[in-house]
């Protein structure tokens, strides 16, 4: 019955059982912080819903969960989990029962889920309020030894039970209103070969450059393989993101680190999630906070990198985009500028501000601690890159670039004079002039400017860059501060976006010693703590959500780089 498993094997706590383009997963995270005893069938479609609960009839049972195989074990006892494509989930048991239960107790006329037998094909369907999809399972093999509640209404048991003392097959697809009866393509064993052989093409072409030294490459391979989802609602294009767990949108900062690591080897991906947001991008040239299957938030920004990231991206893309591809980024690109240049200056002023933390994606800093309207040195050098940027692009495309070079040497010259005190940047309110300095690590990252800055102030970041570098990486507040917090957000855990802009950064600038010692703790850090939302820098346990596709972008961005150098000798 078994079939041989194909690449690494993952904590199923931490990391979802999922297959590209699906906007199902099976985890036992049913919401925010919120974990069942129970693996579910999950759904991301107008949110993060737990449809089905999975309860094997064992006492004693384990889960063994690889990129293409879900098992359950209990003694002789096996079920197995595979999807049959991005939306149907085969099962199949010999010597273990399986319950597929609604998620939902009770159903109301406005949530819920409803079962019932459908007369067609002898299926049962669950109808989910949330999701506002049907589930239909299918029986391939064997037969069901109990079902329950099928056409009840408010609170009842809704369940269907398959027997562990006979083999047996199911299918469970997720669809709108009506499709034909399901027939089995191919059997079991097939669709696990033809999954494992999809997932080998995705890392071999990711990460060709793995080997023993990148133990983690194939698990982040994964990591982005798993998260992302067909077009679908306001997702535009395939998408990664950023989790299937509870943070299960693309931010428009978070899509540029999974845009360059999937460049080199899957470029028509990377480039799709480079313009996603993009696509949402409204009449003041504002790109949303974030987008997800049915919604797109506006009431924040996410900060300029985007002009840094594409410079990164074209570096890297296997296939460049052709001519029209690349003037509608310009435009684009340009439009994003014009907001922060137009929008986001107060009279007679140089420098843009932030309106909240959460414009910077270091939501609760302490830069913005003594006020939330600021101008930062962040968003100031991130500016600088992107008109650079803007610069080059309108050169190539025989664009003026004259007004782009002159705003960047403003936004620079402005930086450097209202912002430095000579040993490290502050933040400025706009309207006061006061300043202020923290010691976030935010505060330091104009390192990313590299050559474009001052050699003596280049030096000076890499030394303040140095007394944030903990055992395990790059803590975003330092250990000793009063502030620092270990589970603190962005005021003290490492996070993989803050660690590959530093170490690109202070490699630009010469400080290259510096930038393999950053780059080597975090790649050391995911290799023992796998790819959480952030990790607490002193024990480097990963913390907050467990799987999340920034983190693995930024391991393969900078193991990638690293097995580079080891090649060129660079």
């Known amino acids: 019955m078994t079939v041989a498993p194909s690449g690494p ?19 036992p995270v049913i919401a925010e912080k919120t974990y069942a005893d129970d693996l579910h069938l999950v759904s991301h479609q107008t949110g993060l819903h737990a449809v089905l609960r999975l309860t094997p009839a064992g006492s004693d049972t384990t889960v063994v969960a690889t990129p293409t195989l879900l098992t359950w074990r209990d003694g002789t006892g096996r079920i197995e989990a595979g999807y049959a494509g991005p939306d149907t989930l085969r099962l199949r048991g010999r010597g273990l029962g399986l319950r597929i239960a609604a998620a939902a107790a009770t159903l109301t006329p ?10 067609l094909d002898g299926s049962h369907v669950f109808t989910s309020y949330e999701t506002g999809r049907r589930y239909r399972v299918t029986v391939l093999s064997g037969a069901l030894r109990q079902t329950a509640g099928a056409e009840a209404l408010g609170t009842a048991d809704r369940f269907l039970d398959l027997p562990g003392d006979q083999p047996w097959e199911v299918a469970i697809e997720e669809y709108e209103t009506a499709r034909p009866p399901y027939a089995a393509p191919v059997d079991f064993d097939r669709l696990c070969r033809d999954r494992s052989a999809e997932f080998a093409a995705f890392v071999d072409a990711v990460a060709p450059w793995r080997g023993a030294d990148t133990p983690a490459a194939d698990l982040a391979a994964y990591v982005l393989w798993s998260a992302t989802v067909a077009p679908a609602g306001f997702v535009t294009r395939p998408a990664v993101l950023m989790s299937k767990h509870w943070m299960d949108k693309v931010w428009s900062w978070d899509h540029c680190f999974n845009a360059i690591a999937l460049a080199a080897g899957e470029p028509e991906l990377a480039w799709h999630q480079f313009q996603l947001p993009f696509d949402h991008q409204d009449a003041a040239g504002a790109l949303p906070d974030s987008v997800t299957h049915s919604e797109v938030l506006h009431n924040y920004v996410k900060p300029p990198i985007h002009g840094w990231a594409l410079r990164h991206l074209r570096r890297r893309l296997s296939a460049p985009p052709d001519r029209a591809a690349l003037a509608q980024t310009y435009d ?6 014009g907001f922060w240049l137009d929008t986001r200056r107060a009279l007679g002023q140089d420098l ?38 803007l610069a080059d692009l309108a050169t190539e495309l025989g664009e003026p670039a004259g007004r782009w070079s002159a705003e960047a040497d403003r936004i620079r010259a402005a930086m450097l004079r209202d912002l430095w005190d000579g040993g490290r940047f502050t933040a400025r309110d706009p309207r006061t002039g006061r300043r202020r300095a923290s010691r976030s690590l935010l505060d330091l990252m104009p390192v990313t400017l590299g050559a474009d800055l001052p050699t003596p102030v280049a030096a000076a970041l890499a030394r303040g ?17 009063a502030d620092y917090l270990a589970d603190g957000y962005w005021r003290g855990p490492i996070w993989a976006p803050s660690t590959v802009l530093v170490e690109d950064g202070l490699r630009r600038a010469g400080h290259t010693a510096l930038a393999d010692e950053v780059s080597r703790r975090f790649l050391a850090l995911c290799e023992k703590s796998g790819f959480a939302e952030n990790f607490d820098a002193e024990t480097g346990a990963g913390l907050r959500d467990r799987a999340y596709t920034w983190t693995a972008s930024g391991y393969l961005i900078l193991a990638a780089a690293q097995e580079q150098r080891r090649a060129t000798g660079g």
């Open 332 to 337: 684009r690109l340009a439009r994003w500028t």
């Open 110 to 119: 406005f949530s819920g889920t409803y079962l019932y037998l459908d007369p």
């Open 465 to 481: 860059v140095e007394a944030h570098l903990t055992t395990h990486g790059l803590a975003t507040e330092p250990p000793d501060s």
């Open 352 to 389: 843009p501000h932030y309106q909240h933390g959460n414009d910077s994606g270091w939501d609760n800093a302490t830069t913005f601690d003594g006020g939330r309207v600021l101008q930062t040195a962040d968003l100031a050098a991130f500016l600088v890159s992107q008109l650079r940027c």
């Open 9 to 27: 094997e993952f904590p199923i706590q931490d990391i979802p059982f999922s297959y590209r383009g699906s906007w199902l997963d099976v985890s």
